[in-house]
């Protein structure tokens, strides 16, 4: 793993949160995209080399939603960039991590994605990111 890609924060209201930490980091978001096959709309927030995700639930059967109802408004995950998410994936496989996604899928920012099972990292929902290269 590289560095942290970026911190995820579950939202119930994305256009009022844009706004809280908007704000709060003096800066205003650079980028809204949906990913619909996770059920969510994001917002990114840069920060030097540093990046805030928060994530609104666009269905009531998200993770984001199912997340929000558990355990409300706030961290949902932590984000790690690697250079090569396959080869990450079959390492933590090895390693004796349970994943939730075991072959990399299409997030936001352009990236390639997965996650590890909070079961098996300490309570702590960790995402794997590989930048698209086009």
Not at 84 to 102: A, D
Request: one cysteine or more; charged letters at 30%; aromatic letters at 6%.
């Amino acid at each position: 793993m590289k560095k942290i890609e970026h911190i995820g924060i579950a939202v119930k209201d994305l256009d009022a949160s844009n706004e809280i930490f908007a704000t709060l980091f003096g800066k205003q978001h650079y980028k809204i995209e949906a990913v619909e096959s996770e059920g969510v709309k994001t917002s990114f927030f840069k920060l030097g080399p540093n990046k805030i995700e928060l994530l609104q639930a666009t269905s009531k059967d998200s993770p984001i939603a199912k997340f929000i109802e558990k355990k409300g408004e706030g961290v949902h995950h932590i984000a790690f960039a690697v250079s090569n998410i396959e080869n990450e994936i079959e390492r933590l496989k090895k390693e004796g991590f349970k994943l939730i996604h075991e072959v990399p899928k299409k997030g936001a920012d352009n990236k390639r994605i997965a996650f590890l099972h909070p079961k098996s990292t300490n309570g702590v929902l960790i995402e794997l990111c590989e930048e698209i290269k086009h």
